[in-house]
């Protein structure tokens, strides 16, 4: 029997660092087969399959993106089930899952394995929100391009005297923001753990102009002005029915221009935080996922996701993983903000 694996959700780099490690060690060691299926969830459900022998996943280790293709379909939707699921895998010859993703795919998993199904999970996502893990592999990267982008940011700000806001990923937490913020030196954090007034902003951003610096702003996606309910979202709902969020750094621009009278310019980084090659401690750290999901697929811990503990690869089960976000602590918070204004 083999055994799956698939992307899910938004992508990221090292997800082609995971599929290679899980391939090389489940072949050489365990001396099992391996199918990937195309699209996330979409190729289950159709029973869409490309083959993963060793020399499908030769090289791949350093390359951004995914080999499989990825999506937010839910599984659960049109023709899905978990009767559709396992009438493939039975039709397939295949015996159980690897399914690397976040949230939205490892709830899906969840689901799943409820149902009967043998899946193990991979946490994948960039924002390093899920509690049940120290680190997910993806957000190493995201923070550097986050960073490189920032000090670029800061040569152009500092040449015309202009207030720089950089909107970064984060929907419900700032781990993006905070790590990029700190280490390009901005002058103001904006995450969703923590909600600000504009005035405060204001005041960080005039205390800057006032020592002839140009001010920096970081603003995760997710943030609220303490006049908000909701985080800024004018796209809809994605397949999993959250708010495509995205936004707020113009908003944020727009009125510290109006307030203050600073020219005010928003950089929205979006996607590019999810391309390219990934550090090379996501790919350390995805090549020992994909190797520890194997390892669970062997001893048949199903329901369970691989996860980071200090620097151990350990794992929890799906329910543990889902139960909380992994929140900026106020301790963190209250480290940086004593460099802001």
Known sequence: MKIGILTSGGDCPGLNAVIRGAVLKGT???NREFVGFRDGWRG???????????KDIQGIGKQGGTILG???????????????????????GIDSLIAIGGEGT??????????????????????????????????????????????????TGDSHGRCMVAEV????????????????????ILIPEQKTSIEQICEWVKSVMDRKRAPLVVVAEGFKLDTMDDAHSERGLDAFGR?????????????????LGIETRSTTLGHIQRG??????????????????????IHGRWGRMVSLSGTTITHVAFEDALGKLNMVPQS??????????
């Open 28 to 30: 050489q060691i365990y």
């Open 44 to 54: 289950v459900v159709d029973g869409d399959i490309m083959p993963l022998e060793r």
């Open 70 to 92: 990825t999506s937010r379909t839910n599984p659960f939707e049109g023709d899905g089930g978990p009767e559709r699921i396992r009438e493939n895998m039975e039709r397939l």
């Open 106 to 155: 490892l709830a899906a998993a969840k689901r799943l394995t409820d149902a009967g199904i043998k899946i193990v999970g991979v946490p994948k996502t960039v924002d390093n929100d899920l509690s049940a893990t120290d680190y997910t592999f993806g957000f190493d990267t995201a923070t550097q391009i986050a960073t490189d982008a920032m000090d670029r940011l800061r040569t």
């Open 169 to 188: 990923m984060g929907r419900h937490v700032g781990w993006i923001a905070l790590h990029s913020g700190m280490a390009a030196g901005a002058h103001a």
């Open 243 to 259: 708010p495509r969020l995205g936004g707020i750094g113009d908003i944020l621009s727009q009125e510290i221009e109006a307030r």
């Open 276 to 297: 390219g090659t990934p550090t090379s401690y996501d790919r350390v750290l995805a090549t020992r996922y994909g190797m520890a999901a194997v390892d669970s697929v």
């Open 332 to 341: 963190r918070y209250d480290e940086a903000a004593i460099l802001f204004g």
